[in-house]
């Protein structure tokens, strides 16, 4: 089986409500992802998504996926796309660093495979569990009433594990923690997420000073050596998410003890090929793991949601639908809210049927 083609798609993704991320980083109300098809001379066509969130997030641009595919794609062209290693050895020799941009790619020569062997992606991830996974919200920064009024939507629609981004204000972030733990139910928790807003003094005064209910902190700081720091001078447990971008940084994490948990987010790790091995390594070690997506539509969180589905529970937290977020849909199929919890669909390959009218005419093709 070769690859005989490469489709580009370039898919605006507006969001159902603005989003602030911490410390009034971020602004934006839509996203620009990258879904590719790759076609083989057997007929097989496999889908992939690539979508940053946002351009201010991470060092990962959406411009930058669509050139760096400019770059790859005319070195797929001809060879195995079952090959998953092959191909991403080619792609890593061909572009060396860059990971998200590889990361569509990735996922669609994934979905040949599944689809070649007639496995949904989840058996080849190391066998589906029977359990569905839980999905967390993200709910944007604002006064402690707008983050509750945050909470009280997505809890209409089953979440119970609540991603409250804070940052940027001590005594605001103290009022916010206060105000989220005290409203939520026993059985739901809250991660307040800083992404990376705080420096170590105020990272220690706002953890230091939540009292009530051991609670996740996630990326207090901009560094892995701040966030350390900060680990060894409070007690709730702290999940490592813009610090984790390799293998390499999740070893080290693990050998320092300096998190309980990670954010692996499929696109930022250069997709999920890496994610897996990033995945094993973490059941190894006991690292509990959030397996999500960076952003993007129903196919990127459909891809992620396969790895989760192949994760026994006690090394999951939850994933992410960033697909619920959005007033498009890219696909039919996929991973899907049912009540707080989503599972990997049972059709080889990712399982789901892109929508050729919202994709539009392909920006590019390689042949
Ligand atoms: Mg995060």
């Known amino acids: 089986m070769k690859i005989s083609r490469i489709y580009v798609y370039k898919v605006p993704l507006p969001l159902e409500y603005p ?19 790759i076609d083989t001379d057997e007929g097989i066509r496999g889908w992939g998504e690539g979508c940053p969130w946002g351009s201010t997030y991470l060092p990962a641009f959406p411009r930058g996926i669509r050139a760096g595919i400019e770059e790859l794609a005319p070195q797929l062209i001809g060879l195995d796309p079952r090959r998953i290693d092959f191909i991403y050895r080619t792609m890593d020799t061909a572009l060396p660093g860059h990971p998200y941009i590889k990361s569509a790619l990735d996922m669609a020569c994934w979905d040949i495979l599944g689809k070649a062997t007639g496995l949904p992606l989840c058996e080849l991830f190391g066998g589906r569990i ?20 945050s909470i009280e ?3 209409e629609k089953g979440y119970m594990i609540h991603s409250c981004k804070i940052g940027a204000d001590v005594a605001l972030d103290i009022e916010r923690i206060e105000a989220v733990n005290s409203y939520l139910p026993e059985n739901e928790s809250a991660t307040f997420d800083a992404n990376r807003s ?13 009292t009530d209910r051991i609670s996740y902190f996630e990326q207090p700081c901009e560094t892995y050596e701040e966030c350390f720091q900060v680990r060894k001078r409070t007690v709730h ?29 499929v696109g930022r790790v250069g997709g999920l ?43 999951l937290r939850a994933t992410w639908l960033c ?25 080889p390959g990712l399982g789901v049927e892109p929508i050729m009218d919202v994709l539009g005419e392909a920006i590019a093709v390689y042949e």
Request: proline share 3%.
């Open 19 to 37: 989003y602030r991320l911490s410390g009034g980083r971020l602004y934006f109300d839509k996203l620009d992802s990258t879904i590719v098809a």
């Open 130 to 149: 029977d359990e569905s996974v839980t999905i967390h919200s993200s709910i944007p920064t604002g006064t402690p009433e707008e983050i509750i009024k």
């Open 153 to 155: 939507l997505v809890q």
């Open 198 to 210: 705080w420096l170590m003094d105020e990272a220690i005064r706002v953890m230091n000073a939540a």
């Open 237 to 265: 447990p702290i999940i490592l998410d813009e610090s984790i971008q390799s293998y390499g940084n999740v070893v080290r994490a693990s050998a320092d003890h300096a998190c309980e948990a990670i954010g692996l987010k």
């Open 273 to 315: 090929t890496k994610a897996k091995r990033i995945r094993d390594f973490c059941m190894e070690r006991g690292i509990r793991m959030n397996i999500e997506e960076t952003g993007g539509s129903i196919i990127a969180d459909t891809g992620a949601v396969h790895l989760a589905q192949a994760t026994p529970q006690m090394f």
């Open 323 to 347: 697909h619920e977020m959005l007033t498009v849909d890219t696909a039919t199929g996929g991973a899907r809210n049912k009540e707080g919890k989503t599972s990997a669909p049972e059709y």
